[in-house]
Nanobody, 125 residues
Framework: QVQLVESGGGSVQAGGSLTLSCAVS????????WAWFRQAPGKQREGVAA????????FYADSVNGRFTISQDKDKNLVTLQMNSLKPADTAMYYC??????????????????WGQGTQVTVSS
């Protein structure tokens, strides 16, 4: 089992920055990939970014590429999402996710077994 706890959400004006953190614990050596997803009201949950465990390959959604950065700090057991140049369209609940398997696209939510409780990000214009 793996436990994920997000923090760092909040309210910010357009153009601002936020850093989301995901504290991970449990059998993290079993994890192949960490990811951040988000879900706005009335919309599907979508992949934002992903990083391969201990290999640091990263993937980003087109909508955030160049503005968001996902990283892993093994010593602190953290997966972070640095979000810059935020837009109102980035407003959503953000979830940390982890998967012990491959074979799914990085942004396919069905491929992730472990989820955090979410942290809200609100960007005002």
């Amino acid at each position: 089992q793996v436990q994920l706890v997000e923090s760092g959400g909040g309210s910010v004006q357009a153009g601002g920055s936020l850093t989301l953190s995901c504290a991970v614990s449990g059998n993290t050596l079993s994890i192949k990939r960490w990811a951040w997803f988000r879900q706005a009201p009335g919309k599907q949950r979508e992949g934002v970014a992903a990083i391969w465990n201990r290999e640091y390959y990263t993937f980003y959604a087109d909508s955030v590429n160049g503005r968001f950065t996902i990283s892993q700090d093994k010593d602190k057991n953290l997966v972070t999402l640095q979000m810059n140049s935020l837009k109102p369209a980035d407003t959503a609940m953000y979830y940390c996710a982890a998967t012990p398997i491959t074979g799914y696209r990085w942004d396919d939510k069905n491929g992730y077994d472990y989820w955090g409780q979410g942290t809200q990000v609100t960007v005002s214009s």
